[in-house]
């Protein structure tokens, strides 16, 4: 197993890319702390992975919260008696769908919603458990940032902001604690849809073209994509990966740079 003798914390662990996530690296054996807003999916959760074999707890956390920081970190040692892997994941979705806009539009509730759980959690989160990883000899941090740091959708200022400055993050903690035995990098997702949308993908003749021509690989973006890149940049495998990015968006940001000859020289050449 390749997590065996990890003890990980994953944010925003109980939905979407964390459920799966979490559920990834404990069947690659590491002990996982799921963080997230609420109670029966973090129970559901639990008694998920136990059923399959893994071990996991479940603390109810907003990660914006010091205090409730905190409290995650140390239910890791409380628990399992150790912490070397922290992935930041949460995010908040129904703010960012709702509420972020273009700077002119978005209020300032929805910013400083957006900004506390994307990047102050992601501070905060590493803030604590950098220590106790420390005492542990070392581990690996995971942010899961979003192509939207580099190329920023139309209305979703404070999201693709907030981003940016998690990849900027992850490189700071890089430097800073590296000759400790910390790395940080981060994962740059494409486009990943969840289950149910993929038949969209698949057989719509209206979406299913728009969707497909977003990356260059053929077929939907899973969120066990991301999450096998997680158990890479948590694993010993990566242990001289450092600072930087994992692109995972199946060619989407190359797409952009794409031109056919004729387009470069025109058609006459």
């Known amino acids: ?19 799966v996530i979490a559920a990834m690296m404990a069947a690659e054996g ?22 399959a074999g893994g071990e996991a707890t479940f603390v109810r956390a907003d990660i914006g919260n ?6 995650v970190v140390q239910a890791a040692i409380d628990t399992y008696g150790t912490l070397t892997t922290l992935v930041n994941n949460a995010a908040s979705t129904d703010v960012i769908n709702k509420g972020d806009g273009s700077i002119v539009d ?23 458990a950098i220590p106790r990883m420390i005492e542990a000899g070392g581990g690996a941090i995971v942010n899961i940032s979003s ?4 190329r920023p959708p139309a209305e979703m200022a404070a999201y693709s902001a907030a981003k940016a400055a998690v990849n900027s993050l992850t490189r700071s903690i890089a430097v800073d604690f590296g000759q400790q035995g910390i790395r940080a990098n981060a994962i740059i ?3 990943i849809l969840p289950p149910q949308v993929v038949p969209v993908f698949q057989a719509d003749p209206v979406v299913g073209p728009k969707l497909r021509a977003q990356h ?11 999450a096998a890149g997680v158990v890479y ?37």
């Open 1 to 19: 197993m390749r997590l065996e003798g990890k003890v990980a914390i994953v944010t925003g662990a109980t939905k979407g890319i964390g459920r």
């Open 30 to 51: 590491a002990k996982i702390v799921l963080a997230g807003r609420t109670i029966t999916r973090g129970d559901e959760m639990v008694k998920a992975i136990r059923a």
């Open 66 to 71: 010091e205090d409730d920081v905190r409290a």
């Open 106 to 128: 978005v209020t300032l509730d929805a910013w400083d919603t957006i900004i506390r759980v994307t990047l102050t959690g992601t501070m905060l989160m590493s803030k604590y």
């Open 147 to 150: 192509e939207s740091s580099y």
């Open 189 to 191: 997702t494409g486009m």
């Open 216 to 226: 260059l690989v053929p077929r939907p973006g899973r969120r066990e994509d991301v």
């Open 233 to 269: 940049l948590a694993s010993d495998e990566s242990g001289f990966v450092t600072g930087t990015e994992l692109t995972i968006d199946g060619g989407g940001s190359t797409m952009s740079n794409i031109l056919t000859k004729a387009e470069i020289f025109g058609t006459t050449g």
